[in-house]
């Protein structure tokens, strides 16, 4: 399993409950091999994905499991207090950039929702690729009406549209490219 210098310590801290969302304590820690079916079945109850997205999560996964040389994906859990992951966050370093990381997936399971674990992974990656002297994270996602609330997910979390691609993806469904900036 590949973790990033540094970030060991920070990735296995209890997430706390917050007043906005009182629930037993989670934690977020590297995906482990045991995490693939449960984070499968969790992508799979968002009901967002497409089965080709839902196929691409899943080789993600598969290459950060099998190839631990590897330092493209970072993949983290968030589990609960019988280490069963809630959520799972996936992100890496830009190739061909300095500090510009990417957001490729992220997915809570909808009974844990009320729990905010979606803010509590983005604002994971986020300190994690600041230590690693992000200047800012990419995010992108589909212009069709069910990711609506991924879109104002980013928004809420101060991820700002920086670009979109018409028809990108097929007629009628747009790139939405949303980033946020860590260099003030």
Avoid at 13 to 19: E, I, L
Avoid at 144 to 151: A, C, I, K, M
Avoid at 160 to 169: G, N, P, S
Wanted: glycine share 6%; charged share 25%.
């Amino acid at each position: 399993m590949t973790t990033l210098p540094g970030i060991e310590k920070a990735a296995t801290r209890p997430v706390a409950a917050t007043a906005a969302a009182p629930c037993a304590p989670f934690t977020i820690r590297p995906l482990t091999a045991a995490d693939r079916a449960p984070v499968h079945r969790l992508i799979l109850a968002t009901g967002v994905f497409a089965p080709a997205e839902v196929e691409v999560a899943l080789e993600l996964i598969d290459v950060y499991l099998t190839r631990p040389e590897q330092k493209d994906y970072c993949i983290y859990s968030i589990v609960d207090a019988t280490d069963v992951p809630a959520g799972y966050v996936c992100f890496g370093p830009t190739p061909c950039t300095e500090g510009t990381w990417d957001l490729y997936w992220i997915a809570v399971d909808p009974a844990a929702w009320r729990h905010k674990l979606g803010s509590r992974l983005l604002e994971f990656s986020e300190t994690t690729v600041r230590g690693r002297k992000a200047r800012m994270m990419v995010i992108e996602t589909s212009s069709q009406p069910r990711y609506e609330g991924t879109r104002a997910f980013y928004t809420k979390n101060e991820y700002v549209e920086l670009a979109r691609l018409k028809d990108f993806y097929f007629v009628g469904d747009d790139k939405v490219i949303f980033g946020k900036r860590f260099d003030s």
